[in-house]
Nanobody
Framework: QVQLVESGGGLVQPGGSLRLSCAAS????????MGWYRQAPGKQREFVAT???????NYADSVKGRFTISRDNAKNTVDLQMHNLKPEDTAVYYC??????????????WGQGTQVTVSS
């Protein structure tokens, strides 16, 4: 089993910044990609950003130029630096990791989520 633990959420004013972190542990042989998703009240979970092996990154259009995803492959961690936050960024942010475990089985794991609230 692969566990993901997020940290760094909180309350911030519009225009402010926050940094989210996520650490993966457990039965990990490799991690093919780590990313962030978010779910606002009354809405479906949506893609925010992902980082694949080789350093390829992808962002939702709504966060391009404001959010930056970074991975530390040696530590199995992924961070999301968020700048110029807007009220519409308010959501629970979830970390995701996909890869193969030591039993050579595919996994697609999620963290418990961390709340980000952007409000004055």
């Amino acid at each position: 089993q692969v566990q993901l633990v997020e940290s760094g959420g909180g309350l911030v004013q519009p225009g402010g910044s926050l940094r989210l972190s996520c650490a993966a542990s457990g039965n990990i042989f490799n991690i093919n990609a780590m990313g962030w998703y978010r779910q606002a009240p009354g809405k479906q979970r949506e893609f925010v950003a992902t980082s694949t092996n080789g350093g390829h990154t992808n962002y939702a259009d709504s966060v391009k130029g404001r959010f930056t995803i970074s991975r530390d492959n040696a530590k199995n961690t992924v961070d999301l630096q968020m700048h110029n936050l807007k009220p519409e960024d308010t959501a629970v942010y979830y970390c995701n990791a996909v890869g193969v475990n030591h039993d050579l089985a595919y996994y697609d794991s999620w963290g418990q989520g961390t709340q980000v609230t952007v409000s004055s």
